[in-house]
């Protein structure tokens, strides 16, 4: 059997990720039908209740804020040839700083010295969680894998205890610290949209949003167009090769890391100054590893990971109204759907992509065939 030709860039980008979100829903749209739902009814409920109106498209895309920092972090790590799984203890490391900067400053400090003070404090102490697995893979030979798993149990012990013993109040049940004051609110969309006069109703989205988008551009442009994301990519396609041409595998392992944890530590603007006004434990709830399933989705490339994160955002949001508006539609079977999307396009992918890429191929014959008999003839009109 002869191989299947490369996917064009486009393709892959592209076609492959529509396709194996085709099969996805075509195989939960079976499974769905087994335990005897109307596959049409829950679709119409899930994209109704994400995007039909203004506040589950709030809701929607709130969570997809969330998603794009988690993605992008899993992507600028594979791209430096490391498969970070430590974002969840990175963003909980990121929420800490976050919210530390929010304890010490938010009542006597404007909005505008405290907001970005937190979203530095945040990016650092993500970065600085994910640099030591970075450093124990680059010098200590530490498999990244084992040291970010063990880190992410790290992170949460470590907040458990610092709000156990240090940060809640005297007296407080909850294990949480006491609310923010003014200045480390950052503006929901109901209040930026009502200062341009645009009605919007209440909900958890706000501008870390702007923060997410920006963020992505951000890692576009790095990686693809300067010289430190070159030697990046460089090193992750491959080491030996990187280090012939002068790059340092090392630093740049170390980099990279340093980066993927400073990203996923932004999740605390969208969770701690955009939401919770507070800092709490299982401010987080998985979307570290949710992340890795948008990385996949999105082909690791920043456009690919937003539209993968307003589509698990969807999914979560949707998966919420069917689970209420769909009698014997459990919140279970909404996991079983994300399960399906992760499963073909992590895994499945490289079993469909052969078959695209065959497809691909053929077609692009058949189009330069025609275009050379329609040039021998003399064109359409002959």
Do not use: C
């Amino acid at each position: 059997m002869t191989s299947a030709p490369p996917l064009p860039r486009w393709a892959d980008l592209i076609l492959l990720p529509i396709i194996n979100l085709m099969v996805a829903m075509l195989a939960a749209a079976v499974v769905v039908a087994l335990v005897g739902q109307d596959p049409l009814q829950v679709l119409s409920v899930l994209v109704q209740g994400a995007f039909g109106t203004p506040r589950g498209l709030s809701y929607t895309l709130y969570y997809a804020t969330t998603f794009i920092f988690t993605g992008l972090a899993v992507a600028v790590a594979f791209h430096g040839g490391l498969f970070n799984i430590g974002g969840e203890g990175q963003a909980v490391l990121g929420g800490l700083g976050t919210g530390l900067v929010g304890i010490w400053l938010s009542h006597t400090q404007p909005a505008w010295v405290v907001l970005p003070l937190m979203l530095l404090a945040g990016a650092a102490f993500g970065m600085v969680w994910a640099a030591v697995p970075g450093y124990l893979q680059a010098y200590r030979g530490s498999h990244i894998v084992i040291t970010t798993i063990m880190f992410n149990f790290l992170a949460s012990s470590l907040l458990v205890y610092l709000l156990v013993n240090h940060l809640k109040p005297p007296g407080l049940m909850a294990v949480e610290t006491e609310p923010f004051g003014p200045g480390a609110l950052l503006p929901g969309a109901q209040q930026a949209l009502g200062w341009l006069s645009i009605a919007w109703p209440n909900s958890p989205l706000n501008l870390s949003l702007l923060i997410a988008l920006a963020a992505a551009v951000g890692v576009y442009l790095l990686l693809w167009r300067t010289r430190a994301g070159y030697g990046l990519r460089a090193v992750g396609s491959s080491p030996s090769a990187a280090a012939y041409a002068g790059i340092s595998p090392q630093r740049q392992i170390v980099f990279s890391m340093g980066l993927s944890g400073a990203l996923a530590g932004m999740v605390g603007m969208n969770e701690i100054a955009g939401v919770n006004h507070k800092l709490l434990l299982d401010f987080i709830n998985g979307a570290g590893f949710t992340g890795i399933a948008v990385a996949l989705m999105g082909r690791n490339h920043p456009v690919g990971i937003v539209l993968a994160s307003v589509l698990f955002g969807a999914l979560f949001q949707g998966g919420a109204e069917v689970s209420f508006e769909v009698r014997g539609f459990s919140r279970d079977m909404v996991v079983m759907l994300q399960g399906f999307i992760v499963l073909f396009s992590g895994a499945m992918a490289y079993v469909i992509a052969p078959h695209v890429g065959r497809l691909v191929a053929w077609l692009g014959v058949r189009l330069s065939r025609g275009t050379v008999a329609s040039a021998a003839t003399g064109g359409p009109n002959g």
